[in-house]
């Protein structure tokens, strides 16, 4: 079964992405959620519809937790998939780059599946928590050191020092912030970054956190407590056997 959910997942989130092409040059209904700078577009809307639709016609006894219109199903409770339509939905309406489609399922609060698209390479990354796979190769990587490694970050949380985070920062080559935590995952698979800092929701976290899971990496609070799968919280996806030094940073 979890290999028919996980072709399934491959599948809906690359129609979504040749979906977001098509209409990559249309003109977006963009509406504010909480503030100026909290958008949403008519095309997030219609890519989450789609695919709720396809998850409720094929599993329909599966729960769903997704970014728009309220769909809030408790993770920890049975099997849910998590969807972000479009993460970095800032970059879709300003750059038309840099973002991406997200699913994820879980068991009963377990990570079985993550799914991402980096819509405009072309580019999906896909595992099940014990390996993962850029298209039809499979990911092979080796962390190097923090002194040799770049840090993916969230803005706000780096000026602030948000907990400790500028401090850890100098002991890296430097920073890099993209504003899609999707981009920022796929990023650390690649190689290109060692770790991520951020303020996240669940959707924006769950499938990458399955997809580093097999490279050793840790989804969990910047305080080191679990992720609660609810609401915003600062979270770090960063290497396990490298926690001491982080810790040693980090208040
Ligand atoms: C956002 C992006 C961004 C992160 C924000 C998220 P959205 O997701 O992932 O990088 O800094 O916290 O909300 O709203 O564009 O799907
Ligand atoms: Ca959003
Ligand atoms: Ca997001
Ligand atoms: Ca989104």
């Given at each position: 079964?979890?290999?028919?959910?996980?072709?399934?997942?491959?599948?809906?989130?690359?129609?979504?992405?040749?979906?977001?092409?098509?209409?990559?040059?249309?003109?977006?209904?963009?509406?504010?959620?909480?503030?100026?700078?909290?958008?949403?577009?008519?095309?997030?809307?219609?890519?989450?519809?789609?695919?709720?639709?396809?998850?409720?016609?094929?599993?329909?006894?599966?729960?769903?937790?997704?970014?728009?219109?309220?769909?809030?199903?408790?993770?920890?409770?049975g099997?849910?998939?998590?969807?972000?339509?479009?993460?970095?939905?800032?970059?879709?309406?300003?750059?038309?780059?840099?973002?991406?489609?997200?699913l994820?399922?879980?068991?009963?609060?377990?990570?079985?599946?993550?799914v991402?698209?980096?819509?405009?390479?072309?580019?999906?990354?896909?595992?099940?928590?014990?390996?993962?796979?850029?298209?039809?190769?499979?990911?092979?990587?080796?962390?190097?050191?923090?002194?040799?490694?770049?840090?993916?970050?969230?803005?706000y949380?780096?000026?602030?020092?948000?907990?400790?985070?500028?401090?850890?920062s100098?002991?890296s080559?430097?920073?890099?912030?993209?504003?899609?935590?999707?981009?920022?995952?796929?990023?650390?698979?690649?190689?290109?970054?060692?770790?991520?800092?951020?303020?996240?929701?669940?959707?924006?976290?769950?499938?990458?956190?399955?997809?580093?899971?097999?490279?050793?990496?840790?989804?969990?609070?910047?305080d080191?407590?679990?992720?609660?799968?609810?609401?915003?919280?600062?979270?770090?996806?960063?290497?396990?056997?490298?926690?001491?030094?982080?810790?040693?940073?980090?208040?």
């Open positions: 079964m979890l290999n028919t959910k996980l072709e399934f997942a491959k599948t809906v989130v690359q129609k979504a992405g040749v979906f977001i092409k098509q209409h990559l040059s249309d003109d977006l209904e963009i509406s504010e959620k909480t503030h100026f700078d909290d958008l949403v577009t008519n095309l997030d809307r219609e890519v989450q519809d789609q695919i709720l639709t396809q998850i409720q016609s094929t599993f329909p006894g599966d729960s769903v937790l997704a970014e728009e219109n309220d769909v809030r199903h408790d993770i920890s409770d099997n849910v998939w998590v969807l972000d339509p479009i993460d970095g939905t800032t970059n879709f309406i300003v750059q038309r780059d840099n973002f991406a489609v997200m994820a399922y879980y068991e009963a609060g377990v990570g079985k599946i993550g991402i698209l980096d819509v405009m390479n072309d580019n999906l990354y896909w595992g099940d928590g014990t390996s993962a796979y850029k298209n039809e190769t499979q990911i092979h990587l080796t962390v190097k050191p923090l002194r040799q490694s770049l840090i993916g970050v969230n803005t949380m780096y000026r602030t020092n948000a907990g400790g985070l500028l401090d850890l100098h002991e080559l430097g920073v890099r912030a993209i504003g899609s935590a999707g981009i920022e995952y796929v990023n650390i698979l690649d190689g290109k970054i060692w770790g991520y800092f951020s303020n996240l929701s669940p959707w924006d976290y769950a499938a990458g956190a399955v997809l580093i899971a097999p490279f050793g990496y840790v989804t969990q609070q910047i080191g407590s679990p992720l609660a799968f609810e609401g915003r919280q600062m979270m770090m996806s960063v290497p396990s056997d490298q926690l001491d030094k982080i810790k040693a940073y980090l208040k």
